[in-house]
């Protein structure tokens, strides 16, 4: 699987944009993302499908359809939504040949996933800078579909947070991309990446700062220069 960089990027990262409150220095920890456990009810618990998909596999599309839009999500996130189709369908793919493996002490399967598109998407890390650069270079508003000026703030925002995604290192973008676009809990990204949560922390604050950095200098240096 390849991306395609030789193409403007298109809708290739349709919600490449963070909220304003995500850079700043007060985020909270596990209560900013949205992973935290769902009251009991007649749901059956991640874990209990998974347990139950080892005797009847047809169980497993489950879990498939209760995550695959947000692993699909993320994977679009961070490689464009062509090769997102490819790692979401080798992500549960993965996770079903693993399922025998899962620990089903833990009721929600949300970390485990994410850990594994993770994993997949880690082996086409320079596509993915490659993809975010290609994108930072489209100036041109209109090539990628601004027909307003509404619309090219848009894409102008996407273009200029491609860059500063494209700087980080693979391990800070990893933790930033987890939360933001993956929603996970501080505790969810500690488990999915396999690292301790005050790792997480430090990852965060870093690619927090870095993003605000890189995004700061290059609107200084526009000044009221319009790029078209």
Same mark, same amino acid.
């Given at each position: 699987?390849?991306?395609?960089?030789?193409?403007?990027?298109?809708?290739?990262?349709?919600?490449?944009?963070?909220?304003?409150?995500?850079?700043?220095?007060?985020?909270?920890?596990?209560?900013?993302?949205?992973?935290?456990?769902?009251?009991?009810?007649?749901?059956?618990?991640?874990?209990?499908?998974?347990?139950?998909?080892?005797?009847?596999?047809?169980?497993?599309?489950?879990?498939?359809?209760?995550?695959?839009?947000?692993?699909?999500?993320?994977?679009?996130?961070?490689?464009?939504?062509?090769?997102?189709?490819?790692?979401?369908?080798?992500?549960?793919?993965?996770?079903?040949?693993?399922?025998? @493996?899962?620990?089903?002490? +833990? /009721?929600?399967? =949300?970390?485990? *996933?994410?850990?594994? #598109?993770?994993?997949?998407?880690? $082996? &086409?890390?320079?596509?993915?800078?490659?993809?975010?650069?290609?994108?930072?270079?489209?100036?041109?508003?209109?090539?990628?579909?601004?027909?307003?000026?509404?619309?090219?703030?848009?894409?102008?925002?996407?273009?200029?947070?491609?860059?500063?995604?494209?700087?980080?290192?693979?391990?800070?973008?990893?933790?930033?991309?987890?939360?933001?676009?993956?929603?996970?809990?501080?505790?969810?990204?500690?488990?999915?990446?396999?690292?301790?949560?005050?790792?997480?922390?430090? @990852?965060?604050?870093?690619? +927090? /700062?870095?993003? =605000?950095?890189? *995004?700061?200098?290059? #609107?200084?240096?526009?000044?009221? $220069? &319009?790029?078209?």
């Amino acid at each position: 699987m390849r991306v395609n960089s030789g193409r403007p990027p298109d809708r290739a990262l349709p919600d490449l944009v963070l909220p304003a409150s995500f850079l700043t220095d007060d985020m909270a920890g596990d209560d900013m993302a949205g992973g935290a456990v769902p009251a009991e009810s007649v749901v059956a618990s991640d874990a209990e499908v998974i347990r139950l998909s080892l005797r009847d596999q047809e169980r497993f599309a489950e879990i498939f359809h209760r995550y695959f839009a947000a692993i699909h999500r993320y994977a679009s996130a961070r490689l464009g939504a062509d090769a997102a189709d490819d790692v979401a369908a080798d992500t549960f793919l993965a996770a079903f040949r693993q399922r025998e @493996r899962y620990d089903l002490s +833990r /009721r929600d399967a =949300r970390a485990w *996933l994410f850990g594994i #598109a993770t994993n997949l998407i880690r $082996r &086409h890390r320079r596509d993915e800078v490659r993809l975010y650069r290609a994108l930072e270079r489209a100036r041109d508003a209109s090539a990628v579909g601004a027909d307003s000026a509404d619309a090219y703030l848009v894409v102008e925002a996407q273009r200029r947070l491609a860059g500063a995604l494209a700087v980080l290192k693979a391990g800070d973008r990893e933790a930033l991309l987890l939360v933001a676009y993956g929603e996970l809990s501080y505790a969810e990204v500690s488990d999915a990446l396999g690292i301790p949560p005050g790792t997480v922390g430090s @990852r965060l604050n870093r690619a +927090r /700062r870095r993003v =605000r950095e890189v *995004l700061n200098t290059d #609107a200084a240096g526009k000044g009221d $220069r &319009h790029d078209g």
